[in-house]
């Protein structure tokens, strides 16, 4: 009996440890991005304007993300768009109040350049990357991107509901692009898809009639709808990941302790199923946009 409780005691003790390094490397995400020895108190925040939260996007910014394709359009004020309504929401998680939320506008490129910034953080669909961190920083990701199928109205694959409905669709898809990883890996279309060296050549390829539709990102599926190519409509977003997906985040100057508080932020969001409403309600519409299944 001895020797039998001197092995469970070590089984336990074995179990215990093997609880803590799990616990250690993977776990909840409640704590993702977040350093303890940052304190997140309102008055403590690292702020370019104490008090105010100066948030950038772009200029003109779009809807889903900003605004809405009505009066609100290029209105980060509105707390419209899924970016819009989440900066308003990581404020108030944060303690600040809607009027503590200051925009401002910047070009895509030059916010990524090195250097101070003028602001506290930048919101514009900036993916993850290993290149852009080396002189920025990210904070955790707030949207990782889903794939979608953009065809014309009229089409037969417009109301694809699985896999097999693409069977016999020639899809097109930019070269080196996780759009055509997919085609190739998870749709598995009978014929090979059309490469082409841009996205735009994809649209014109649509807009000649030389493919059935157009595997992309999610993103840029709302794009091409509403302006690249007249009586396309997005499909479906497919269920199935892709092998590896856009991750985006807020940037930030690098090495600017802020992103400790609004990875916090963003955290509690994510937890409390505040950050899947707001993707719900600005980039699935509600619900509207269809999932293409396996």
């Known amino acids: 009996m001895k020797a ?3 092995v469970l005691s070590r089984l336990l003790g074995l179990l215990m440890v093997l609880a803590l390094v799990a616990a250690a490397c993977g776990g909840t995400d409640e704590g993702a991005g977040v350093d303890p020895d940052v304190s997140c108190e309102v008055g403590a925040l690292n702020l370019v304007t104490a008090g105010q939260l100066t948030v950038a996007t772009g200029d003109p910014a779009f809807p889903p993300w900003v605004g809405d394709g009505d009066a609100d359009f290029d209105n980060p004020e509105s707390q419209k768009g899924f970016e819009g309504a989440l900066v308003y929401a990581l404020a108030n998680e944060m303690g ?14 030059e916010a990524v350049a090195p250097g101070p910034k003028g602001w506290d953080f930048n919101i514009q669909q900036y993916s993850i ?65 059309n490469v082409y060296d841009e996205n735009v050549d994809v649209e014109a390829a649509m807009n000649a ?26 499909a479906g977003q497919f269920a199935e990941d892709a092998a590896a997906p ?39 519409q509600g619900g509207g946009i269809p999932t293409i299944g396996g």
């Open 246 to 284: 856009d991750e985006y985040g807020m940037l930030f100057a690098d090495g600017n302790p802020l992103v400790s508080c609004v990875n916090a932020a963003l955290n509690t969001l994510k937890s409390d199923g505040v950050l899947q409403e707001l993707e719900d309600e600005w980039l699935t």
């Open 4 to 6: 039998s409780r001197t």
């Open 96 to 109: 600040l109040t809607d009027a503590d939320v200051v925009w401002v506008r910047t070009g895509f490129d």
């Open 129 to 193: 990357t290993e290149a852009r961190d080396q002189v920025v920083d990210f904070s955790e990701p707030y949207y990782v991107t889903r794939q979608a199928l953009v065809t014309f109205e009229n089409s037969p694959y417009a109301s694809a509901t699985s896999l097999d409905d693409l069977k016999d669709a020639k899809l097109g898809a930019a070269i080196g692009t996780t759009s055509l990883d997919f085609i190739e890996d998870v749709i598995k279309p009978d014929s090979d898809p």
């Open 209 to 234: 009639g030389q493919i059935d539709g157009l595997v992309l990102d999610l993103p840029a599926a709302y794009f091409v709808t509403a302006v690249q190519v007249e009586g396309s409509v997005i």
